[in-house]
């Protein structure tokens, strides 16, 4: 059981602090899927690393993802 706590006290210490509260992020989408289900970590295209909780729609688009986002588009990717 102590195991157990070692790998969470692991996991929660990767997590960002920040501005993710503030932002919504661009993530994979089966990522976020991933994480509705399981509740991992999703890393966004910025690097935010973090446990989506919140509706998105409510928050406005994080500069450094939409960025990429958009430099990822124009690269046909």
Not at 10 to 15: A, D, H, I, V
Not at 17 to 39: C, I, L, P, Q, W
């Amino acid at each position: 059981m102590s195991d157990n706590t070692v790998l969470d006290q692991r996991s929660e210490s990767l997590l960002d602090e920040g501005d993710h509260e503030r932002f919504a992020h661009y993530v994979n989408k089966t990522d976020m899927t991933r994480s509705a289900v399981t509740g991992t970590p999703v890393r966004a295209l910025c690097g935010k690393k973090w446990v989506p909780t919140r509706n998105p729609e409510s928050f406005p688009v994080c500069p450094d993802c939409k960025k990429i986002y958009e430099t990822l588009k124009a690269a046909g990717r």
